[in-house]
């Protein structure tokens, strides 16, 4: 999906790591939310309240998910999940264009 349709976008942004790292959040209809967002190069570490798919829309970075040892590499067109109430570790490679889906467990 290119583009959301009927939705409402929150106008004031989401700001972290000294403006590293902003998004916008969108809210569909249906009561389902996302954040559209950008991620400069750096290292960062997130917790999550909810259950996310991270889909990356392009650059590159690599990712240490709960409960692993192991970072992986995610560029633009794949998409990882991360449990709810967790922390993930990212080190934002290249400049990072990202869709944050908030799901139920």
């Given at each position: 999906?290119?583009?959301?349709?009927?939705?409402?976008?929150?106008?004031k942004a989401n700001v972290?790591?000294?403006?590293?790292?902003?998004?916008?959040?969108?809210?569909?209809?249906?009561?389902?939310?996302?954040?559209?967002?950008?991620?400069?190069?750096?290292?960062?570490?997130?917790?999550?309240?909810?259950?996310?798919?991270?889909?990356?829309?392009?650059?590159?970075?690599?990712?240490?998910?709960?409960?692993?040892?192991?970072?992986?590499t995610f560029t633009g067109?794949?998409?990882?999940?991360?449990?709810?109430?967790?922390?993930?570790?990212?080190?934002?490679?290249?400049?990072?264009?990202?869709?944050?889906?908030?799901?139920?467990?």
């Amino acid at each position: 999906m290119d583009q959301f349709n009927h939705v409402s976008v929150v106008k004031k942004a989401n700001v972290y790591f000294d403006g590293k790292v902003t998004s916008r959040t969108i809210l569909f209809e249906n009561g389902e939310k996302k954040t559209l967002g950008i991620m400069m190069p750096g290292e960062y570490e997130f917790g999550t309240d909810k259950k996310e798919l991270m889909e990356i829309l392009a650059g590159r970075l690599d990712v240490l998910l709960p409960d692993s040892n192991d970072w992986v590499t995610f560029t633009g067109g794949q998409a990882f999940e991360v449990k709810s109430h967790s922390k993930f570790k990212l080190v934002v490679n290249e400049l990072t264009d990202y869709c944050c889906s908030y799901l139920d467990d």
